[in-house]
């Protein structure tokens, strides 16, 4: 039976409607003060931070294969998504450049595509990932997507639901927005700032200007002197120009310290620093630095709970909704080491594993094996610290004056 879907979160936000789904907004409020696509915004050294930030650190963390033991987990290196997923994603890319690419899709487009390649059983040999900007998703009026794919040829191929890997951070559900073009006012600010800064460095900071004369000049005359005086504004060498008594220089733009161009360019890196969700200071703004070095702990859990965790729950969910088979579901699961990032430094680390030892929380094999030491001979049993009784053997100590 077919069905329509409507719309959800109010009249405004994002939409559910039949046909072309769009990551972008309905309407901006005015132009971008310069032009915005994928390759102009990562000239802005801010944006392609955070970016490449979001992405190698996503791409850095190890992929876990864990099968249900009884009722907790164990890792299970044999499961044969896990194997494809963590060495050979497809033929042209390891592991880390395949969430690398994934990942950046996700944090500017919003969204990741990736085609699917099966055998006949159905089972996953390959995933390709295809760059959000070249892939059209489409509500079909029976409620089912297809995803139309631009290729560098130019030709179109439509994919069914079923055979692509779709991730996307919040939107209508159906699609994620676009970051990039949510951005596009600040990163237009931010495009047109370093053009103005740009031309200013190739001028060697001159202001332009106009050479106002106390009489009327002959054509050739004004030819003359622009071509005489246009160093006064043009190139980077510095000369001593005289002027005659019948001319004056009168500069007509703003100074780098009028137009506060290096406050503007702080600014725009908080800015877009803001939408992509992570801290400036961990993209080199030194306007922050006051917070680096003892509180980096702190950012970086920060960063990872407020910003990191959504996209790995996303991909991990994804990873289950539409590369595992369903009978697998409540059994299996494919996740991302989180402890590769939090761990602190060794003294840290060291101390963590003496408290869980000590606890019988795990046992010093365990730890051993996360430090990347081989295993000891009893180093399997769980320990506790013999000072240690339960409290109803515990004999109760006489009070002052009491025969002991």
Same mark, same amino acid.
């Given at each position: 039976?077919?069905?329509?879907i409507?719309?959800f979160?109010g009249?405004r936000g994002p939409q559910?409607?039949e046909?072309i789904?769009?990551p ?8 971008a003060?310069?032009?915005?696509t994928?390759d102009?915004a ?5 944006f392609w ?7 190698e650190?996503i791409?850095?963390?190890p992929?876990k ?6 009722d907790?987990?164990?890792e299970?290196?044999d499961?044969?998504?896990? #194997?494809?997923?963590?060495?050979q994603p ?5 592991r880390?450049e395949f @969430?690398?690419?994934? /990942?950046?899709n $996700?944090c500017t487009?919003?969204n ?13 040999l ?6 959000a900007?070249q892939v059209?998703p489409e509500?079909?009026?029976?409620g ?5 794919f631009?290729?560098?040829d130019?030709q179109?191929?439509?994919y069914?639901?079923?055979?692509i890997f ?6 209508n ?8 073009s949510h951005?596009?006012q600040?990163?237009g600010?931010?495009l047109?700032?370093e053009s ?6 190739a001028?060697?900071g001159?202001q332009?200007?106009?050479l106002?004369?106390e009489k009327a000049?002959?054509p050739?005359?004004?030819e003359?002197?622009?071509k005489?005086f246009? #160093?006064?504004?043009?190139?980077t060498?510095d000369h001593?120009f005289?002027?005659?008594?019948? @001319?004056?220089?009168q /500069?007509?733009? $703003? ?6 161009l290096?406050q503007?360019?702080?600014?725009s890196?908080?800015?877009v ?10 993209i080199?703004?030194?306007a922050?630095s ?6 980096i702990?702190?950012l970086?859990?920060?960063f990872?709970k407020?910003?990191l965790?959504p996209?790995?729950?996303r991909?991990?969910a994804?990873?289950?909704?539409h590369?595992?088979?369903?009978e697998?579901?409540d059994v299996?699961?494919i996740?991302?080491?989180f402890?590769?990032?939090l761990r602190g430094?060794l003294?840290?680390q060291?101390?963590a ?6 606890a019988?929380v795990f046992?010093?094999?365990e730890a051993?094996?996360t430090?990347?030491l081989p295993?000891?001979?009893?180093g ?5 610290n013999?000072?240690m009784?339960?409290v109803?053997q515990v ?5 002052p004056g009491?025969p002991t």
């Amino acid at each position: 039976m077919a069905f329509r879907i409507t719309r959800f979160f109010g009249r405004r936000g994002p939409q559910v409607r039949e046909g072309i789904q769009t990551p972008d907004p309905g309407t901006y409020a005015d132009a971008a003060a310069g032009p915005v696509t994928f390759d102009t915004a990562m000239t802005v050294s801010a944006f392609w931070a955070a970016s490449r930030l979001i992405s190698e650190t996503i791409a850095s963390m190890p992929l876990k294969s864990l099968v249900r033991d009884g009722d907790g987990w164990r890792e299970d290196r044999d499961y044969p998504l896990w #194997r494809v997923l963590n060495y050979q994603p497809n033929r042209y890319q390891t592991r880390v450049e395949f @969430l690398e690419s994934m /990942a950046m899709n $996700l944090c500017t487009n919003g969204n990741s595509y990736s085609a699917k390649q099966t055998d006949e059983n159905g089972r996953l040999l390959s995933i390709l990932p295809m760059m959000a900007a070249q892939v059209q998703p489409e509500l079909l009026k029976s409620g089912d997507m297809i995803y139309r794919f631009t290729g560098p040829d130019g030709q179109e191929r439509v994919y069914q639901e079923a055979s692509i890997f779709h991730v996307k951070i919040f939107g209508n559900g159906l699609i994620g927005m676009s970051p990039l073009s949510h951005a596009r006012q600040s990163l237009g600010i931010a495009l047109a700032n370093e053009s103005r800064h740009g031309k200013m460095a190739a001028s060697g900071g001159k202001q332009s200007g106009i050479l106002m004369a106390e009489k009327a000049l002959t054509p050739e005359q004004r030819e003359a002197i622009r071509k005489e005086f246009g #160093r006064i504004t043009e190139g980077t060498s510095d000369h001593l120009f005289v002027l005659d008594a019948f @001319l004056k220089y009168q /500069a007509t733009s $703003l100074s780098p310290a009028d137009i506060q161009l290096l406050q503007s360019r702080r600014f725009s890196v908080e800015d877009v620093a803001r939408f992509m969700g992570v801290p400036s200071v961990l993209i080199n703004d030194t306007a922050g630095s006051t917070t680096w070095g003892s509180g980096i702990q702190q950012l970086v859990q920060g960063f990872y709970k407020l910003n990191l965790r959504p996209y790995l729950e996303r991909i991990e969910a994804s990873i289950k909704r539409h590369l595992m088979p369903i009978e697998d579901w409540d059994v299996r699961k494919i996740e991302f080491d989180f402890d590769t990032l939090l761990r602190g430094d060794l003294g840290a680390q060291m101390e963590a594993y003496q408290k869980g030892i000590n606890a019988g929380v795990f046992a010093p094999n365990e730890a051993r094996q996360t430090l990347g030491l081989p295993p000891k001979a009893g180093g399997e049993r769980l320990l506790v610290n013999g000072s240690m009784v339960p409290v109803d053997q515990v004999r109760a100590r006489p009070l002052p004056g009491e025969p002991t």
